[in-house]
C-alpha cells in the first residue's frame, strides 16, 4: 500500500531551496534558489554569497555603513548563483527561492527563460526594489506564487 503523508513536488524542491540557504554564511539572511525544469529534474541551485575565488573572510558581510564596507556591492544572490549553476537550458523551467526575488534578480529570471517564480518570504513586499521586480514579472507574464503552509519536515511520521 502506497505510504499516506508524503511531501509534494512544491515542499521538497522549496526543501532543496532551503537547504540550499543553510549554506550561506551570512547571518542576516540564508536565502536558497532551486531550479526545476518539467519533468520535475533539478537543473540548478545556489544560495547567496561572494564570488568564487572572493574569500568570505575579505569582505564585509555587514548591512550598514559605507556602502564598500558593507555586503550589497560584493554578494552574489541564490537565484543569480542558481541561473550560472545551471547545468541545462533554463527555459519553461521554474525557480523555487526561500525569498522573493529582487529586481536584479527578477530580470535575470526573466533573460534566463524561467517562466514560474514560487517563493517562501515577501518580507520585503513594500520595498521599491520588489515593487520593480513584480512590475517586471507581469510585464513579462511570469508566474510568481507564495508557497503556503509550507513546513520543514526533518523526522519521518
Excluded at 81 to 91: K, P, R, V
Aim: glycine fraction near 6%; hydrophobic fraction near 35%; charged fraction near 25%.
Amino acid at each position: 500500500m502506497k505510504r499516506n503523508g508524503y511531501i509534494s513536488w512544491d515542499e521538497y524542491f522549496m526543501g532543496v531551496a532551503n537547504m540550499s540557504g543553510m549554506r550561506s554564511k551570512d547571518e542576516s539572511s540564508q536565502v536558497g534558489a532551486c531550479i526545476v525544469n518539467s519533468r520535475n529534474h533539478i537543473v540548478g541551485i545556489g544560495y547567496n554569497g561572494f564570488p568564487n575565488g572572493c574569500s568570505d573572510d575579505d569582505f564585509p558581510w555587514e548591512k550598514e555603513g559605507k556602502f564598500l564596507d558593507t555586503k550589497y556591492p560584493y554578494v552574489v544572490h541564490a537565484e543569480a548563483n542558481a541561473i550560472l549553476n545551471a547545468s541545462s537550458d533554463l527555459n519553461n523551467t521554474k525557480i523555487y527561492v526561500t525569498m522573493f526575488p529582487c529586481n536584479e534578480c527578477a530580470k535575470l529570471i526573466i533573460q534566463s527563460g524561467i517562466k514560474e517564480v514560487v517563493f517562501l518570504s515577501d518580507k520585503h513586499h513594500d520595498t521599491d526594489i520588489c515593487r520593480a521586480s513584480r512590475k517586471l514579472f507581469l510585464a513579462a507574464k511570469i508566474e510568481t506564487r507564495k508557497l503556503e503552509d509550507y513546513r520543514i519536515r526533518m523526522v519521518r511520521e
